[in-house]
């Protein structure tokens, strides 16, 4: 992680997303998601960033 000290909202935000799709992530270790599973979870995160931060930029 390039910044340390955002590891637990990133862990948290995983959690949140997982939740969302319906992915049974647990804390911890997780080798039995699928790639499926696992990529949803990754790609959902990086569309929520993405829209987040287009929206910060569309207030400046």
């Known amino acids: ?16 997303v997982a939740n969302e799709l319906g992915v049974d992530l647990k804390e911890g270790y997780n080798g039995d998601l699928t ?13 929520k960033m993405i829209k987040k931060q287009e929206e910060q930029m569309s207030e400046k």
């Open 1 to 16: 992680m390039t910044v340390p000290s955002a590891k637990g909202a990133m862990d948290k935000f995983k959690m949140e």
């Open 35 to 47: 790639s499926k599973e696992a990529g949803s979870v990754g790609g959902e995160m990086v569309r």
